[in-house]
């Protein structure tokens, strides 16, 4: 595997689910992000991690809650979904979100519909 | 606030050049992305601004002025593979954090 993987690519789940979206990054970053992405919206920032610390948080309501492991893995929780939160979820990393050039590597993203 | 405009959608033919523009304004700055995003795939890097001026890359050019918050991205002989949305994002130098425009929706006809 390279680069950045997302699982599962589609989910379906009721407003009473719980599921959870993992993310994994190949490429030794350490930072990793999680974006939300809605129709013709401009990319919403969630989460940022950076070297398993969280420095961001983007006023994300509690129903999401992340997980950083290690610096390599990423989740996602959901828990008592809105049919508003029903959107294309972006994983991406970054060698070092402070130095220089920073280019963000994203994954296939996880589309998620809340009935 | 902070601001990124595209135009939402754009039509060009193969072979054309098409310029697609971004504005912003934004409170800090520490550089202009350009990102291209095919349907249902994932965003891929194609050019970074920090400086003024115009960056080549092949049939993809990117210019910045930093003075009038505006950047474009320039596509030269245009292919069907080109049909994609592209996405404009400043980087903030509070945080280092990126601000996305929606993303402009290239359409290649032939």
């Known amino acids: 595997e390279t680069g950045v993987t997302q699982t599962p690519r589609h989910l379906v789940m009721g407003m009473t689910n719980k599921k959870s979206l993992k993310c994994e990054q190949h490429l030794g970053h350490n930072a990793m992000y999680w974006y939300k992405q809605s129709a013709k919206k401009p990319l919403e920032l969630m989460f940022v991690y950076n070297f398993k610390e969280q420095t961001e948080n983007n006023s994300v309501p509690s129903r999401f809650s992340p997980e950083c492991p290690n610096s390599s893995h990423l989740f996602l929780h959901l828990h008592t979904l809105q049919p508003e939160d029903s959107a294309l979820y972006l994983c991406?990393?970054?060698?070092?979100?402070?130095?220089?050039?920073?280019?963000?590597?994203f994954g296939p993203g996880t589309r998620l519909l809340v009935l | 606030g902070q601001n990124i405009d595209q135009p939402t959608e754009m039509t060009a033919t193969e072979g054309a050049i098409v310029q697609i523009n971004c504005t912003y304004q934004?409170?800090?700055?520490?550089?202009l992305f350009w990102y291209q995003q095919h349907a249902g795939e994932a965003p891929t890097f194609l050019s970074y601004n920090v400086l003024d001026g115009l960056e080549e890359k092949g049939r993809f050019s990117s210019f910045l002025s930093r003075s009038k918050g505006y950047s474009y991205l320039l596509l030269k002989e245009l292919q069907m593979k080109d049909s994609a949305s592209y996405l404009c994002a400043v980087r903030q130098d509070s945080n280092y954090q990126l601000i996305w425009g929606a993303g402009t929706k290239l359409i290649i006809k032939p």
């Open positions: 934004t409170s800090g700055f520490n550089g």
């Open positions: 991406a990393s970054s060698q070092d979100p402070i130095g220089g050039l920073e280019t963000q590597y």
